[in-house]
């Protein structure tokens, strides 16, 4: 069963080694769990329907409260208070395009509004009902996830939006195929939240971004039905691919997706580098993407992030005799570890690997051999699990990102993690704040950003609360001012909507409401996301 407040399934629990508390006492504080809320509590709070009676729409309260919030860290201070301001009226789960079609003719002839709901995950307030006089009607998309046809010859495969990762690559294993498109997220999101947000995947590097996978597919919005055919390529003009690909369902709803495939790889390994300091692994990780080394993934840590990766991995004998080792090698206590990821044929696996290991010890790295980068591969999609434990014990957690040009990179981290680390010294708060380049181009990276700060005592929400809009707004605002995109694979939602006109313009953010209007003439298409 999934957590109706926190991360993933109720069974799985990811328990923090002895070493992880006294690492967060001393860099953030002591800490106090905050009181527990009951589902019970909040459902019996779940205001009466405002939807008239349709066969598809189900008013349950639980469902409501299921359906009320994602992933956000405000998200989680609403559902781990019970304190949620508005839940949707009704939740229908559509099995075929007529009943999408039938539940957006509903939607506009009682005036509500309308959200696609894929997984939930959500970061920045996607999915929330917002309050308003409208009632509001989610539509959860998870009936919607069967694979309706492959065309192996072509390595394309059509699948339902509302398939969520595990069942996708099941079925493409089961062929021979895969997507590789592994979010963090993997286990709890849905294609076609992947295409609506432009999400990135952990192997992005070798298998490209959602944009890439993406061939076509099938919308259903207010003003009709848009057939995006999967052409290898075409001149016909604007592409409206790229309309469909970030439109956080103001458009319509995604019913299919027709994706680009490929083999399953012969081989795939996972290795471990660790560096003197961080401005050599980032010359490094540079050189190997400006030399198109044929890599599936570079993960490049701060020293930070690799000290607070070392104090909550365990085996604190085993990291004290690493770190000796590291030492004898000229790589002290500013040690930064990077992750590399190689896939596809076994000679080319090979032939890569001797390249990148080449020019990893032309900046003094460390190569440690596969057991991290394999202990990273078992965990990669169980750390979000973490959360849930650190909330329990009294910390709240919570990632930003962004993307800029290399030579950019040292000022934009510097800009984000000093905003985070100053940003409650007002009220003697210490936030701990690290951060790592996980999808790297020839021109420029992403900079993902984990920044943690202590619940006020009695777990107060709205100073939780507080305490995330000083934090989430300061580095917002060094993100836009240090010159990098408000978002590059969480999207906009509500969280980042006030800060994209900076990034679009007036005359771009004018023309995206032109296209909102003209796909949703009436505006029921979760309004008050991506735009205003
Ligand atoms: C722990 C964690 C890790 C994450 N890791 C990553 C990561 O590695 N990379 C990354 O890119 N993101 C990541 N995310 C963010 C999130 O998972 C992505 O934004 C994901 O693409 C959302 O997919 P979803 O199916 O959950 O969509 P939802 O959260 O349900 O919806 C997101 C938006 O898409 C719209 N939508 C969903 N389905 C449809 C549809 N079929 N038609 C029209 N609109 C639709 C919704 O209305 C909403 O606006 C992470 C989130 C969490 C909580």
């Given amino acids: 069963m999934r957590r109706w407040n926190g991360w993933g399934d109720e069974t799985v629990v990811y328990p923090l080694p002895d070493s992880a508390t006294p690492f967060l006492q001393q860099l953030v504080g002591q800490a106090t769990a905050p009181p527990r809320v009951v589902i019970g509590n909040v459902v019996s709070s779940v205001p009466e329907s405002r939807l008239p009676a349709h066969p598809l729409v189900n008013a349950d ?28 009226d009704g939740v229908a789960y559509p099995a075929s395009n007529e009943q999408v079609r039938e539940l957006i ?15 939930g995950t959500s970061v920045v307030g996607h999915i929330n009902a917002l309050p308003g006089p409208a009632p509001v009607l989610t539509v959860d998309l998870s009936r919607l996830n069967g694979l309706l046809h492959l065309d192996e010859v072509s390595e394309l495969a059509t699948f339902g939006a509302g398939v969520m990762g595990p069942d996708l690559e099941a079925h493409l294993r089961a062929k021979g195929f895969t997507l590789g498109h592994f979010p963090q997220s993997f286990e709890l999101s849905t294609l076609g939240g992947w295409v609506v947000t432009r999400s990135n995947g952990q192997q992005s590097l070798g298998y490209g971004r959602i944009e890439a996978m993406f061939a076509g597919g099938r919308l259903e919005s207010p003003a009709g039905t848009v057939i995006l055919p999967p052409f290898p390529a075409s001149a016909a003009g604007p ?11 103001r458009f319509g709803v995604v019913t299919e997706v027709t994706l680009r495939i490929r083999k399953l790889p012969e081989h795939e390994e996972f290795r471990a580098v660790f560096f003197p300091g961080f401005e050599q692994g980032k010359e490094a990780v540079r050189e190997m993407m400006q030399a198109r080394l044929p890599m599936s993934m570079l993960r490049m840590s701060t020293a930070l992030e690799t000290e607070t990766t070392l104090a909550l ?7 004290r005799m690493l770190k000796q080792w590291l030492r004898l090698r000229g790589v002290g206590e500013q040690r930064c570890l990077l992750i590399l990821g190689i896939t596809g044929r076994k000679d080319a696996v090979q032939s890569a690997r001797d390249d990148a290991l080449a020019v990893t010890s032309k900046y003094g790295g460390v190569h440690v051999g596969r057991g991290f ?15 849930n434990t650190l909330w329990e014990m009294g910390y709240a957690l919570d990632t930003l990102e962004t993307a800029t040009q290399w030579s950019n990179i040292p000022r934009i981290i510097e ?26 181009y020839p021109w ?5 950003t984990t920044y943690l700060y202590r619940i006020p005592a009695q777990g107060d929400p709205d100073e939780t609360l507080r305490r995330w809009q000083v934090l989430k707004g300061a580095a917002t605002q060094a993100i836009v001012s240090a010159g990098g995109t408000i978002t590059h694979q969480h999207g906009i939602g509500t969280d980042h909507l006030p800060y994209l006109a900076a990034e679009k313009g007036a005359l771009g953010i004018a023309a995206l409401r032109d296209l909102c209007l003209r796909f949703d003439p009436q505006g029921i298409m979760n309004p008050g996301k991506l735009v205003s």
């Fill in 61 to 88: 309260p639980l469902e409501r409260v299921y359906h009320a919030r994602g992933q956000s860290l405000p998200d989680w201070i609403a559902l781990r208070s019970g304190r949620i301001p508005a839940f949707p």
């Fill in 105 to 119: 003719r509903y939607a506009t002839r009682v005036g509500a509004h309308l959200i696609p709901f894929g997984g």
């Fill in 239 to 249: 592409d409206l691919r790229e309309a469909v690909l970030g439109s956080e369902g």
């Fill in 313 to 319: 991995a365990g085996h604190e004998r085993v990291i």
């Fill in 373 to 387: 980068g394999n202990e990273w591969r078992k965990g990669r999609f169980r750390t979000p699990y973490l959360r």
């Fill in 415 to 440: 800009a984000i993690e000093q905003a985070l680390r100053n940003g409650l010294v007002d009220i003697g708060e210490r936030v701990l704040a690290f951060s790592h380049l996980s999808h790297t």
């Fill in 444 to 448: 420029g990276s992403n900079v993902y």
